[in-house]
T-cell receptor, first 117, second 111 residues
Framework: GAVVSQHPSRVICKSGTSVKIECRSL??????MFWYRQFPKQSLMLMAT?????????EQGVEKDKFLINHASLTLSTLTVTSAHPEDSSFYIC?????????????FGPGTRLTVT | GDSVTQMEGPVTLSEEAFLTINCTYT??????LFWYVQYPGEGLQLLLK?????DKGSNKGFEATYRKETTSFHLEKGSVQVSDSAVYFC??????????FGAGTTVTVRA
């Protein structure tokens, strides 16, 4: 099946710094990628949807200037958490969809644990 | 808006026991319904899906039936194994790529 990777798997950063998380589709071209955030013992919350070559669409309540998303190619999307604060500590998950697979046929990455100290 | 409610865990079972995880939904239209599974250290994987009322999704011994009258999509397995230990998420989609997830249910199966 299709594989989506994320890097890094864990990252610890100091408050005020920025951190970049990469999401790659390894064996297919992802026309659409999604970024989710998961709090402990809670569900995945969709943060934004990005299509290759266009600006991301952010969900209500998500600060687009804080969570910068770039989907520069059909195999790579990045999420940059700018000026991170401890409340940004969370589990970030990306998923990728391939054109023609049908809606909701998303493939999920293993997630990135961000800890802001 | 769309929402999914699933039973809280954690659920702990013995091998060969019967598993049921309840899931109900609220949607404005006619959503497609999904169960995703997340094994330890891995990403979410699609377990099964149903796209219209009365459809039954099945995979790896798991089944769920799309019940429009009760707005439910309960997950069942007749005889669980230790390898079924995972977090299970119920989700819906109303025709685009967006998925709305339930809170997840942690299932632990003991030998």
């Amino acid at each position: 099946g299709a594989v989506v990777s994320q890097h890094p798997s864990r990252v610890i950063c100091k408050s005020g710094t920025s951190v970049k998380i990469e999401c790659r589709s390894l064996d297919f071209q992802a026309t659409t990628m999604f970024w989710y955030r998961q709090f402990p013992k809670q569900s995945l919350m969709l943060m934004a949807t990005s299509n290759e070559g266009s600006k991301a669409t952010y969900e209500q309540g998500v600060e687009k200037d804080k969570f910068l998303i770039n989907h520069a190619s059909l195999t790579l999307s990045t999420l940059t958490v700018t000026s991170a604060h401890p409340e940004d500590s969370s589990f970030y998950i990306c998923s990728a969809g391939e054109a023609g697979l049908g809606w909701a046929e998303q493939y999920f990455g293993p997630g990135t644990r961000l800890t802001v100290t | 808006g769309d929402s999914v409610t699933q039973m809280e865990g954690p659920v702990t079972l013995s091998e060969e026991a019967f598993l049921t995880i309840n899931c109900t939904y609220t949607a404005t239209g006619y959503p497609s319904l999904f169960w995703y599974v997340q094994y330890p250290g891995e990403g979410l994987q699609l377990l099964l899906k149903a796209t219209k009322a009365d459809d039954k999704g099945s995979n790896k011994g798991f089944e769920a039936t799309y019940r429009k009258e009760t707005t439910s999509f309960h997950l069942e397995k007749g005889s669980v194994q230790v390898s079924d230990s995972a977090v299970y998420f119920c989700a819906l989609s109303e025709g685009d790529y967006k998925l709305s997830f339930g809170a997840g249910t942690t299932v632990t199966v003991r030998a």
